[in-house]
């Protein structure tokens, strides 16, 4: 998972809604935790993360 | 508010603040964006309605060509010499000017800070509810919702408790006083920055562990904020923090009470509650915003001229059938759900995690004490009209029958 940063208003949609996958930091803005990877049991929060960040700053990189 | 004439067509002459609107805004949302998805008026010298989500987003990104001189749509308009701050920054200044002003807010309404509000909030939450033990009726939007947002941001403030019945009539006089004559809706800012004042200087005389002391010792490009930007930006927070979420928990009250099937839902899945909050600020959302045009320009085939006004309809947005499912239906546990209700872009309501910290113990609160109520009479409830939309008047019966 990656979030632009330059997108990112704080919404918290994502924090709010898989708090195992993403944090926020001082100002409320979402950062990904630990190295972003997401294990399968949390992809699907994951990806409503994605599908609800009004910014559309969240993207996920398969590997 | 009923000063001015009734609205026949809602193409070319619309009004927020007529009571058909106020009543039942979503058929005049509909229909427009089927046939004319940027509505226009003569009224408040010129006005723009986008009605798609699309239109609002695009809007509310481009800050280049619209300013945030104003958000609330009048027949004043501030002289263009207080950009880029605005009167009320940062909801009121432009880039480059908005960033520094909006991150000294942050901290204050970060999660973690919000998260230190809770147990305060739940507490005056019960409070409300025990004082209405042995009643049958309640009104949940004058004697429950309303008092939430005013006991929290009176708090977080350092102003007395004791004034909240004074900056509810500010609020008031601010959002719904728009058709008002422009010496009335003066004296109603004065009275308001006197009050405030009144407090400032309290505070520069003995500081305090609270928010005006906080932003008395704030500082802004290298300077710290004088007296009247403290007051203006507390004025702000006052209007900004109040009717939104009063209206907001208010509506959400007022769904439950009329869907047992949602209420029974949350009743026995609590665990449930944010998602449905996502879903009633979606379909409920209180808040519009405004925007004036920069310049005359063609913005997609509408002929806008400098210093029109354009509302951005985020409600509107959010029943969009091109980015919602089903938008008119309340979808309790709608897990997909990309809504505008705190807006879109650098503006992003700072007070967002605050609002939803307040609607999520106003509503756990309530449920536990009230597991079943409905409405006592759908036609006794009274909506506010105008940019903040909310139940004012919503008797519930939370005993026999
Ligand atoms: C459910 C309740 C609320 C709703 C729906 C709401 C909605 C909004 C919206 C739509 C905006 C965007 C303004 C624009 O684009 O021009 C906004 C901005 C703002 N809101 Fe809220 N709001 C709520 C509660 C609060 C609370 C509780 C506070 C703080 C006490 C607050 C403080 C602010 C501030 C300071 C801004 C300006 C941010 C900026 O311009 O950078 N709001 N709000
Ligand atoms: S949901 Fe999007 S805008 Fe909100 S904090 Fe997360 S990444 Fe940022």
């Known amino acids: 998972m990656v979030i632009d940063a330059d997108r990112c208003e704080g919404h918290g949609r994502c924090w709010a809604g898989a708090p195992e996958v993403f944090e926020p930091d001082d100002i409320g803005n979402g950062q990904v935790v630990g190295d972003g990877r997401v294990p399968v049991e949390l992809e699907h929060r994951a990806r409503l993360a994605v599908a609800n960040c009004p910014e559309h700053a969240i993207t996920i990189e398969e590997s | 508010m009923g000063h001015h004439e009734p609205v026949t067509d809602w193409t070319t002459d619309f009004d927020h603040t007529d009571d058909v609107w106020a009543a039942d805004p979503y058929p005049i949302w509909d229909e427009l964006r089927r046939t004319c998805p940027v509505a226009h008026t003569g009224r408040y010298g010129g006005a723009w309605l986008p009605t798609r989500f699309e239109d609002v987003a695009a809007i509310a990104y481009d800050t280049e060509r619209f300013t945030s001189r104003s958000v609330v749509m009048s027949e004043f308009r501030p002289p263009a010499m207080l950009a880029p701050a605005g009167i009320a920054p940062p909801?009121?200044?432009?880039?480059?000017?908005?960033?520094?002003?909006?991150?000294?807010?942050?901290?204050?309404?970060?999660?973690?800070?919000?998260?230190?509000?809770?147990?305060?909030?739940?507490?005056?939450?019960?409070?409300?509810?025990?004082?209405?033990?042995?009643?049958?009726?309640?009104?949940?939007?004058?004697?429950?919702?309303?008092?939430?947002?005013?006991?929290?941001?009176?708090n977080m403030l350092g102003l007395p408790q004791t004034d909240a019945e004074t900056f509810r009539g500010f609020v008031n006089h601010v959002l719904e006083g728009v058709s008002l004559p422009l010496e009335q809706r003066a004296e109603g800012m004065i009275a308001l920055f006197g009050y405030l004042q009144g407090h400032i200087d309290d505070h520069i005389a003995e500081p305090r562990d609270d928010l005006i002391s906080f932003l008395l010792d704030s500082e802004l490009e290298g300077q710290?904020?004088?007296?009247?930007?403290?007051?203006?930006?507390?004025?702000?927070?006052?209007?900004?923090?109040?009717?939104?979420?009063?209206?907001?928990?208010?509506?959400?009250?007022?769904?439950?009470?009329?869907?047992?099937?949602?209420?029974?839902?949350?009743?026995?899945?609590?665990?449930?509650?944010?998602?449905?909050?996502?879903?009633?600020?979606?379909?409920?959302?209180?808040?519009?915003?405004?925007?004036?045009?920069?310049?005359?320009?063609?913005?997609?085939?509408?002929?806008?001229?400098?210093?029109?006004?354009?509302?951005?309809?985020?409600?509107?947005?959010?029943?969009?059938?091109?980015?919602?499912?089903?938008?008119?239906?309340?979808?309790?546990?709608r897990e997909v759900n990309r809504h505008a209700a705190f807006g879109l872009g650098i503006h992003r309501c700072a007070g967002s995690h605050l609002a939803r910290m307040e609607m999520r113990v106003a509503l756990e609160v309530w449920l536990d004490a009230f597991p079943a109520f409905h409405l006592v009479d759908p036609a006794a409830v009274h909506w506010s009209g105008g940019q903040v939309r909310g139940p004012r008047q919503l008797p519930v019966r939370i005993g026999p029958a």
């Open chain 2, 91 to 154: 909801i009121s200044s432009d880039p480059p000017y908005h960033k520094d002003a909006r991150r000294m807010l942050l901290p204050i309404f970060s999660p973690q800070a919000v998260e230190a509000l809770e147990p305060a909030t739940r507490a005056y939450c019960r409070e409300l509810i025990a004082a209405m033990d042995g009643r049958d009726v309640v009104d949940a939007a004058e004697e429950y919702a309303q008092h939430i947002p005013v006991r929290v941001i009176a």
């Open chain 2, 224 to 333: 710290k904020l004088d007296p009247f930007q403290v007051a203006r930006t507390i004025g702000l927070l006052l209007i900004a923090g109040i009717d939104t979420t009063w209206s907001a928990i208010g509506a959400s009250i007022w769904h439950l009470a009329k869907t047992p099937a949602d209420r029974e839902r949350l009743v026995a899945e609590p665990a449930l509650v944010p998602v449905a909050i996502e879903e009633l600020l979606r379909a409920y959302a209180p808040v519009t915003m405004a925007r004036l045009v920069k310049q005359d320009m063609d913005w997609n085939g509408c002929p806008m001229k400098a210093e029109e006004w354009v509302l951005l309809s985020f409600p509107s947005a959010n029943r969009d059938p091109d980015e919602f499912d089903r938008p008119d239906e309340v979808i309790i546990d």
